[in-house]
């Protein structure tokens, strides 16, 4: 069974950071493609972050370029979201999401509908 545990979320003031952190088991970790999503207020679910299943890809959403970056923690199998410059228009739930099976090893998903296990969710609160 494939658990995701979210943490970090919390509110913050514009222009700080926050680091989210996703946690499973060893065996998800070095056979996943995994990704972070969000869901802010009255929106449908949007693609952050991503790691390929190789772990040697990385695509961020236009949103998160230059603020955010992604990173895998091997020796504590914990995927990290590390947030900058923080806007009001972040505030949302994030969501870690984990694919097992993959078609190239080195793509990263960007869709929702690819991933097969998620998270229970984390909220940040971005006040401006």
């Known amino acids: 069974q494939v658990q995701l545990v979210e943490s970090g979320g919390g509110l913050v003031q514009a222009g700080d950071s926050l680091r989210l952190s996703c946690a499973t088991s060893?065996?998800?970790?070095?056979?996943?493609?995994m990704g972070w999503f969000r869901q802010g207020p009255g929106k449908e679910r949007e693609f952050v972050a991503g790691?390929?299943?190789?772990?040697?890809?990385?695509d961020y959403a236009d949103s998160a370029k230059g603020r955010f970056t992604l990173s895998r923690d091997s020796a504590k199998y914990t995927l990290t979201l590390q947030m900058n410059s923080l806007k009001p228009e972040d505030t949302a739930v994030y969501y870690c999401?984990?694919?097992?099976?993959?078609?190239?090893?080195?793509?990263?998903?960007?869709?929702?509908?690819?991933?097969?296990?998620w998270g229970q969710g984390t909220r940040v609160t971005v006040s401006s």
């Open positions: 999401a984990a694919r097992l099976t993959y078609l190239h090893i080195n793509y990263v998903y960007t869709a929702d509908h690819e991933y097969g296990y």
């Open positions: 060893g065996r998800t970790f070095s056979s996943a493609a």
């Open positions: 790691v390929s299943w190789s772990g040697g890809n990385k």
